[in-house]
């Protein structure tokens, strides 16, 4: 019975499954935070009215409400101004989750850093019902950046296997 260092007493098949399944629980965890862009799109739709209704109370995108403030002159002359930068967002963060899920770490990055841009807004414009969209911002931002860390772990851990099927 061969042993390894690293795994205190296993054997090497137990060290490997142990590994494999630790992989395995990485790609989950990778899935999971990319399904986040989608629910963030969907409730930018929710949000900016693209949807049938329009619930901008706990869902608000700090930008487009920055928007409404100053720029109100343009909102009202051309209302599908709003409607595209709205649709152009959604889209956005739809393709990031499927960037994501596929396993990107940039898309990840993007996420987060878009989110916390646009906090920013978000914060200063919040009023009584602002601040749980603060706190929505916040929690998107969080399971990206845990999304984007268990992604770095895995291509961590392929990299030595890669190496050693390379050097057989």
């Known amino acids: 019975m ?7 007493g296993r054997t090497d098949e137990e060290y490997k499954a ?13 899935q999971s935070s990319a399904l986040y862009f989608f629910i963030a ?12 209704i329009k619930l901008n109370i706990i869902v ?12 109100r002159g343009l909102y009202q002359d051309n ?3 709003l409607r595209a930068a709205a649709a152009i967002w959604v889209g956005l963060l739809v393709g990031l989750g ?13 996420g987060i850093v878009l ?3 646009d906090m920013i807004p978000a914060m200063l414009l919040s009023m009584l019902w602002g601040i749980f969209a603060v706190g929505l911002h916040g929690f998107f931002v ?16 392929s990299a030595p296997k890669a190496t050693a099927a390379a050097s057989n």
């Open 18 to 30: 142990a590994e494999e399944s630790r992989r395995e629980e990485l790609r989950s965890d990778v």
């Open 2 to 8: 061969q042993t390894l260092n690293v795994g205190a």
């Open 41 to 52: 799109a969907g409730l930018a739709g929710l949000g900016t009215g693209l949807l049938l």
């Open 142 to 157: 969080m399971q990206w950046f845990k999304g984007q860390k268990a992604l770095s772990e895995l291509q961590q851990s």
């Open 79 to 81: 209302f599908l101004l």
């Open 115 to 117: 989110y916390c841009a």
């Open 60 to 71: 608000n995108i700090g930008a487009f409400d920055l928007l409404l403030v100053y720029g």
């Open 98 to 110: 499927f960037a994501a899920r596929k396993g990107q770490r940039w898309a990840f990055w993007i």
